[in-house]
């Protein structure tokens, strides 16, 4: 899907109550600062259009969730959205993932991985969101046990991720090549209701490093 700009996005990303303009100010103090509770914080780098960290929220009240994305415009959809439901449960953050370790301080549970640009070529590698580069900064935000969860149609990033997470010390705790014949409960991005109407399957895995 080809990235559409929207006018005045920069303005509506800043003026968003959901939006988290200055998050380095709050490193550290996320629970306490923004959500002002000791509910556990998911991350979901990527969020696109908001689909998927929406219902997440809604299903999961006891869990607070961010939502990373790098493109405003993209973000100024996912502002829509959230603007109809007022769940206090989501902020987002419009950052490159490779800031985060700025942002958090061992701070975070979960992260999801869905649908991320899977960089094909060999000599793009470390830009891939599972490659060293990226799971090094995890390090420095996941609070206790290190979890990822992994969506995405891409065979290849899914078996390059497959081995970078092992070679990183992750025990891949669940995995599907087909996650809709699985029956597990499934928060849908955008992407992966499109996929899912064509018959593409979704690959599912779950990563855990003590």
């Given at each position: 899907?080809r990235?559409?700009n929207?006018?005045?996005?920069r303005?509506i990303?800043?003026?968003?109550k959901f939006v988290?303009?200055?998050?380095e100010?709050?490193k550290?103090?996320?629970?306490?600062e923004?959500?002002k509770?000791?509910?556990?914080?998911h991350?979901?780098?990527?969020?696109g259009k908001?689909?998927f960290i929406?219902?997440?929220a809604i299903?999961?009240?006891?869990?607070n969730f961010?939502?990373?994305e790098?493109?405003e415009?993209v973000l100024?959809?996912?502002?829509?959205?959230?603007?109809?439901t007022?769940?206090p449960n989501?902020?987002?953050?419009c950052?490159?993932?490779k800031?985060?370790?700025?942002?958090f301080?061992?701070?975070?549970e979960t992260i999801y991985?869905?649908?991320?640009?899977p960089?094909?070529?060999?000599?793009?590698?470390?830009r891939r969101?599972?490659s060293?580069?990226?799971?090094?900064?995890?390090?420095?935000?996941f609070k206790?046990?290190?979890?990822?969860?992994?969506?995405?149609?891409?065979?290849?990033?899914f078996e390059?991720?497959?081995?970078?997470?092992s070679?990183?010390?992750?025990?891949i705790?669940?995995?599907?090549?087909d996650?809709?014949?699985t029956?597990?409960?499934?928060?849908?991005?955008e992407?992966?209701?499109?996929?899912?109407?064509?018959?593409?399957?979704?690959?599912?895995m779950?990563?855990?490093?003590?």
């Amino acid at each position: 899907m080809r990235l559409r700009n929207v006018k005045n996005a920069r303005e509506i990303v800043e003026n968003s109550k959901f939006v988290i303009n200055n998050p380095e100010e709050f490193k550290g103090e996320f629970n306490k600062e923004i959500f002002k509770n000791d509910n556990p914080i998911h991350l979901e780098i990527g969020m696109g259009k908001g689909n998927f960290i929406i219902d997440k929220a809604i299903k999961n009240p006891d869990i607070n969730f961010v939502g990373v994305e790098r493109y405003e415009s993209v973000l100024c959809r996912a502002i829509e959205k959230l603007e109809k439901t007022d769940l206090p449960n989501v902020r987002i953050i419009c950052i490159d993932a490779k800031e985060l370790a700025n942002v958090f301080d061992k701070e975070i549970e979960t992260i999801y991985l869905n649908f991320s640009d899977p960089w094909p070529k060999k000599r793009h590698a470390r830009r891939r969101l599972t490659s060293s580069v990226f799971l090094s900064v995890y390090d420095n935000i996941f609070k206790g046990d290190k979890v990822i969860v992994q969506k995405t149609d891409n065979t290849g990033l899914f078996e390059s991720s497959i081995v970078s997470l092992s070679n990183y010390g992750y025990i891949i705790e669940d995995i599907s090549l087909d996650l809709a014949s699985t029956g597990m409960e499934n928060s849908l991005t955008e992407y992966e209701a499109k996929f899912m109407s064509e018959g593409i399957k979704i690959n599912y895995m779950k990563a855990r490093k003590k």
